[in-house]
Antibody
Framework: QVQVAESGGGLVKPGGSLRLSCTAS????????MNWIRQAPGKGLEWVSY????????YYADSVKGRFTISRDNANNSLYLQMKSLRDDDTAVYYC???????????WGQGVLVAVSS | SSELTQDSAVSVALGQKVRITCQGD??????ASWYQQRPGQAPVLVVY???NRPSGIPDRFSASNSGNTASLTITGAQAEDEADYYC???????????FGRGTKLTVL
């Protein structure tokens, strides 16, 4: 049974930092591309970043490049998103999602809320 | 970067067929994937590739592709199909992942 669970969300002030974590089980984590995808309140899905199974291939959306860093620990089936210089428009539910290629994202977590506000 | 264009809203009568489309240049190279998102829930992959369904997805969901257009068809829509539907694919220029803005499906 596949399980994906995000953690680490919360309220942070503009300019602050936050680190999201995602743990997965039920599939061979190291074989899977893992993505962070976010959804602002009342808005659509926005891809943020993905990392290949080996960690050697990484891409970021232009909106977060230079501020966010994706990483993974295959030994612990974990994915991370380090977020710095947070802005109001980073407020969203952040989903961890994986697949055996960059798309489709086959497995999704339930999401974690990040709220950026003074 | 490339974009994927979806109609903002579509409606269908209970039990009827409905098609939701997604257009974009990247679809000439990469297949679309389709996700269903019910209110307050995480997205769920319903169809991907040429026309593949993950385990547990009803066979009333199907996909088709032609040129720069991908389509999700629901044959015999059910009340529980009322949801937002998103397409995505890879951007052929940047290797980024791109999403359409979503289509709100109402089952009448």
């Amino acid at each position: 049974q596949v399980q994906v669970a995000e953690s680490g969300g919360g309220l942070v002030k503009p300019g602050g930092s936050l680190r999201l974590s995602c743990t997965a089980s039920g599939f061979t984590f190291s074989d899977y591309f893992m993505n962070w995808i976010r959804q602002a309140p009342g808005k659509g899905l926005e891809w943020v970043s993905y990392i290949s199974g080996s960690g050697r291939t990484i891409y970021y959306a232009d909106s977060v490049k230079g501020r966010f860093t994706i990483s993974r620990d295959n030994a612990n089936n974990s994915l991370y998103l380090q977020m710095k210089s947070l802005r109001d428009d980073d407020t969203a539910v952040y989903y961890c999602a994986g697949g055996d290629s960059p798309t489709p994202q086959e497995y999704w977590g339930q999401g974690v809320l990040v709220a950026v506000s003074s | 970067s490339s974009e994927l264009t979806q109609d903002s809203a579509v409606s269908v009568a209970l039990g009827q067929k409905v098609r939701i489309t997604c257009q974009g240049d990247s679809l000439r190279i990469f297949f679309a994937s389709w996700y269903q998102q019910r209110p307050g829930q995480a997205p769920v992959l319903v169809v991907y590739g040429e026309n593949n369904r993950p385990s547990g997805i009803p066979d009333r969901f199907s996909a088709s592709n032609s040129g720069n257009t991908a389509s999700l068809t629901i044959t015999g829509a059910q009340a529980e199909d009322e949801a937002d539907y998103y397409c995505n694919s890879r951007d052929s220029n940047s290797n980024h992942v791109i999403f359409g803005r979503g289509t709100k499906l109402t089952v009448l």
